[in-house]
Each structure stands twice: as structure tokens, then as C-alpha cells.
């Protein structure tokens, strides 16, 4: 078997695709329904059925849905792998899809799942399953890896994405590419997650109020506190989401709780930060404060091995006619795992578009072919696997 050439954006098919990304559009897969992220992975599994394709099943467990991992390696190399690395699982509840059916307006094609991201998983799935069909030689092998807990921080798939990220010699995360079209993801904040829980005295309000220790004031001061720290901290922001507590207004409340989202560009930072918001303490002497939480995923950093894969592939973009921009997000992926692991990787390689976890969430059919021969150039082109 030979390596192919370069293969031209014009030679993806993007009515034939976009027909498979909706089939998978039409699988429901909230996080928590493993028996609904099952009836896709069959489905993707099939599509390999009398191929040459390794399929590793990692069954469902801890209530979250399964796993699956895909590895072609006809040349038996046992050379580091390039690694697309997805999630199959949205932020939609089963039965949204009767609400709110797949619909195309022109460019845009609407879908739960479909941007966040279906339709990036799906590409890179469709790449292996061509350069199988074909008998291509791919200069290293491909893996395809899809995990279904990434959108509740990936607790259950971690350990898989670690090992697969320090087998692999590159990794690809086809999570989607924001509204400028041509873009990939070099850098990602990171994100930590913390929950303030107060615990003080209940009273009536009107006969004993000075008995009381007020949880929701305790509470309060917290928010206003962490919240002026996106101020007074370059490196990091911080929202408090969600706030709860107290029961009636006639009573003092002696319970309240209060959830915190911090974003970090730098792991010195995120530590540091991370510390200081487990030690809080409470204002009110009386009143119990526990804190839980803490950094889930680090930052991505844009590192040099990143920024070296990044002009790598600017310049395979460019043989296919591509013009290929890098920019920067706050929101996490599980990018940010593997990149904190020291190796080149490259995020946003999906579908441009908009309205993850939105209602108006679409992708550019103008897009699809583009990044379906991107990523075929990527796992096939000789010179730019021998770069990594
Ligand atoms: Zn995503």
C-alpha cells in the first residue's frame, strides 16, 4: 500500500456527510443517559463492521454512558498515534429533537448536539472510516477516540484520555470552530468549579432575630468578595452562578450555598487561586463554612509544541487552498487535558458555527467539506506526520 497525495477539498462529499452527522443528530445523547449514548456507539461500531479497524468498547459505568476507542494501524507500526479525540454526548435532554427537529436555512444547518459537537466527532470518525475503506497506509496510526461525559467535566473518561493523550504523537480535538470560519483553538482557559456551603442558626425573625446566625448573609459577603476578584486578578474570572438558601422569610436562614466558576490562563495561577478559595473562612464567627471544589480542568496553554502543530497544519491548510487562523477561548474541552500533559495539540478543528448549549445552535454546511479534507490531510500526509 502507498500513500496518497494530498486529497483536494473538492473530492469530500458534504451532502454525504452532513446525512451521516445527522444521523447521529438523530441519536439523543444527554450525559446521563448511558442507554441512549449506547444506541450511538452501536451505531458507530457498525459502521466498522468487516473493517480492519480495532474497535475497544469501555462499557458504561458510574451511571455515565460507555466509551469507545477506534485504532487503524494496517501497517502494524506501533508508531505513536495521531489522535482525534471528541465527546458524543450534549447538553440536550432526550425529546428536545421533537422540538426542535434538524432543519437547514441556507448555510445553516440546525440541530441540538449538532455544533457541540456531532458534527466534528463525526468527521473524524468519517476520516478513519475512509482511509479504512480505502486500504490506505496512514504514516502513523489513527485513533478515534469518543467519550460521552465530557459536557459534566469528563470525571469518568479522564484516565482514558490521559493514556490514549501520552500514547499519542498529536492530538486533534474537532470541537467546534467558532464564527470565523478557518480557525482551530491553540489556547483554552482553564476551569475550576467550587461550592460555598453556610451553615448557621435559624430564628424567628420577628421574637428572636438576634438568636440567628444568617447563612444567606454569610453567603453574601462571599459573592461579593469572589466576584470583585475578576477585578483585582489578571489571570482569572469568577461567577457565581447559583445561589440558594433560607426558607421563609420569617426565619433566619441557617442554610445557603453558593456555586463558583473560576477560569484561569495559566496553571502557577489556577493553584494559587485554587488554594485561596478552599480557605475561606467565615465572616460570622457562628456561622460553619465549608468549601468543596477545585481546578477540573487545567489550562491549555498555547505551548511551543502547540504553536509548532499549529503552524504545521497552517501550511498542510495551505495545500488544500485553506487559509487557517488560530484563536483563543474561555470555555474548556477535553483539550485541555491532553495539552496539559506537554503535547501538540490542536483544538476547534470542527465545523464552523454557533449556539453551542444555545437554541440557535448550527453549523456551515460551507464548512463541512473543508474540515473533512483537512483532517483526511492530516492523518495521511507523510511530511506532516514526520514532523511530530
Ligand atoms: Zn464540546
New binding site residues.
Given amino acids: 500500500m502507498k500513500p496518497k497525495s494530498i486529497r483536494p477539498v473538492s473530492a469530500f462529499d458534504a451532502d454525504r456527510i452532513l446525512a451521516e452527522i445527522v444521523k447521529w443528530v438523530g441519536f439523543e445523547t444527554p450525559s446521563d443517559r448511558p442507554d441512549l449514548i449506547d444506541a450511538l456507539l452501536d451505531h458507530v461500531e457498525g459502521l466498522f463492521d468487516g473493517l480492519p479497524v480495532e474497535r475497544r468498547r469501555i462499557p458504561a459505568s458510574e451511571g455515565r454512558g460507555g466509551q469507545l476507542v477506534l485504532r487503524y494501524d494496517p501497517a502494524r507500526s506501533n508508531a505513536e498515534p495521531l489522535l482525534f479525540m471528541g465527546?458524543i454526548d450534549t447538553v440536550w435532554a432526550a425529546g428536545t429533537l421533537a422540538e426542535r427537529p434538524v432543519r437547514r436555512d441556507g448555510d445553516k444547518v440546525f440541530g441540538p448536539g449538532i455544533f457541540?459537537?456531532k458534527a466534528g466527532s463525526c468527521l473524524a470518525t468519517l476520516t478513519l472510516l475512509d482511509l479504512a475503506r480505502e486500504g490506505i497506509a496512514p504514516p502513523r496510526p489513527v485513533v478515534v477516540f469518543l467519550n460521552s461525559d465530557?459536557?459534566i467535566g469528563s470525571h469518568v473518561s479522564r484516565g482514558t484520555i490521559e493514556t490514549l493523550g501520552r500514547e499519542a504523537a498529536m492530538i486533534m480535538v474537532p470541537?467546534?470552530s467558532f464564527e470565523a470560519v478557518g480557525t482551530v483553538i491553540t489556547a483554552r482557559k482553564g476551569w475550576g468549579n467550587f461550592t460555598l456551603k453556610a451553615t448557621g442558626v435559624s430564628a424567628h425573625a420577628g421574637g428572636s432575630l438576634h438568636e440567628g446566625r444568617s447563612a444567606i448573609r454569610e453567603i453574601a459577603r462571599h459573592v461579593i468578595e469572589i466576584e470583585a476578584m475578576t477585578e483585582s486578578e489578571p489571570h482569572a474570572t469568577f461567577n457565581v452562578g447559583t445561589i440558594a438558601g433560607g426558607t421563609r422569610p420569617n426565619v433566619v436562614p441557617a442554610e445557603a450555598l453558593a456555586e463558583v466558576d473560576m477560569r484561569v490562563d495559566n496553571m502557577d495561577e489556577a493553584k494559587r487561586l485554587e488554594a485561596a478559595i478552599l480557605a475561606r473562612r467565615p465572616f460570622d464567627p457562628d456561622v460553619k463554612l465549608e468549601v468543596t471544589g477545585g481546578i477540573n480542568r487545567p489550562p491549555f496553554v498555547r505551548s511551543s509544541e502547540v504553536a509548532r502543530l499549529y503552524e504545521a497544519t497552517r501550511g498542510l491548510a495551505d495545500r488544500l487552498g485553506l487559509p487557517l487562523g488560530e484563536t483563543q477561548r474561555g470555555g474548556v474541552?477535553d483539550g485541555n487535558i491532553v495539552a496539559a500533559l506537554g503535547k501538540p495539540v490542536l483544538d476547534g478543528l470542527g465545523c464552523s458555527g454557533a449556539g453551542?448549549h444555545a437554541l440557535h445552535e448550527h453549523i456551515l454546511y460551507s464548512t463541512i467539506a473543508p474540515r473533512a479534507a483537512l483532517m483526511y490531510a492530516m492523518a495521511t500526509d507523510e511530511a506532516y506526520a514526520a514532523q511530530f
Avoid: G, L, R, V
Fill in positions: 465527546h457541540d459537537m465530557e459536557e470541537e467546534p474541552s453551542a
